[in-house]
T-cell receptor, first 114, second 114 residues
Framework: KAGVTQTPRYLIKTRGQQVTLSCSPI?????VSWYQQTPGQGLQFLFE???????NKGNFPGRFSGRQFSNSRSEMNVSTLELGDSALYLC?????????????FGPGTRLTVT | DQQVKQNSPSLSVQEGRISILNCDYT??????FLWYKKYPAEGPTFLIS?????DKNEDGRFTVFLNKSAKHLSLHIVPSQPGDSAVYFC?????????????FGKGTKLSVIP
């Protein structure tokens, strides 16, 4: 079974631009969560989607948004990029919206904002 | 203020000895705890979990201990192997109202010396 895939793996953007990252969950998984990893803050929860609905949202500004499609694939968008948005963005999928289901992480998208 | 704290950014252990990674939390309402391991250029992988109704959970060389009164959990790896060298993240989980959220610590980098 294929794992969680994230595209692109690496991205360089300029301050003020916007970016869209993509996540394809494991086949059959309906829950997708997004995390931001930075050296200073560790892994921080962005949002979680289940069946195309955002169920939970972390403490990030409105510039960070996401969506989930009917095939469970998910995208996250960051508008008006700031230097501090440089980070590894991780996507994780699980069968259901419960901690009893194990989360499987993708390799991440490394975003660099210059 | 961080809800999940891993106060040791790094730890070095000799091969064959015990590795003890520590984690403190502040919010007792979140009742599920997980440990993840992360290698460079890969997403985190689930290692072991424990719910608050237990004080110990064991899986092979990995044991997690939960001390609710001290709001502290620890991961023991016995015996430590060079392949265990990675960053270990402690996470606290909230599950309810059809959604879930994980709050991660900043991670501890474990180096197992052959």
């Amino acid at each position: 079974k294929a794992g969680v895939t994230q595209t692109p793996r690496y991205l360089i953007k300029t301050r003020g631009q916007q970016v869209t990252l993509s996540c394809s969950p494991i086949s059959g998984h309906r829950s997708v969560s997004w995390y931001q990893q930075t050296p200073g803050q560790g892994l921080q929860f962005l949002f979680e989607y289940f069946s195309e609905t955002q169920r939970n949202k972390g403490n990030f500004p409105g510039r960070f948004s996401g969506r989930q499609f009917s095939n469970s694939r998910s995208e996250m968008n960051v508008s008006t990029l700031e230097l501090g948005d440089s980070a590894l963005y991780l996507c994780a999928s699980s069968l259901g919206a419960s901690l009893s289901y194990e989360q499987y992480f993708g390799p991440g998208t490394r975003l660099t904002v210059t | 203020d961080q809800q999940v704290k891993q106060n040791s950014p790094s730890l070095s252990v000799q091969e064959g000895r015990i590795s003890i990674l520590n984690c403190d939390y502040t919010n007792s309402m979140f009742d599920y705890f997980l440990w993840y391991k992360k290698y460079p250029a890969e997403g985190p992988t689930f290692l072991i979990s424990i719910s608050s109704i237990k004080d110990k959970n064991e899986d092979g060389r990995f044991t997690v201990f939960l001390n609710k009164s001290a709001k502290h959990l620890s991961l023991h790896i016995v015996p430590s192997q060079p392949g265990d060298s990675a960053v270990y993240f402690c996470a606290q989980g909230y599950s309810g109202a059809g959604s879930y959220q994980l709050t991660f610590g900043k991670g501890t980098k474990l180096s197992v010396i052959p």
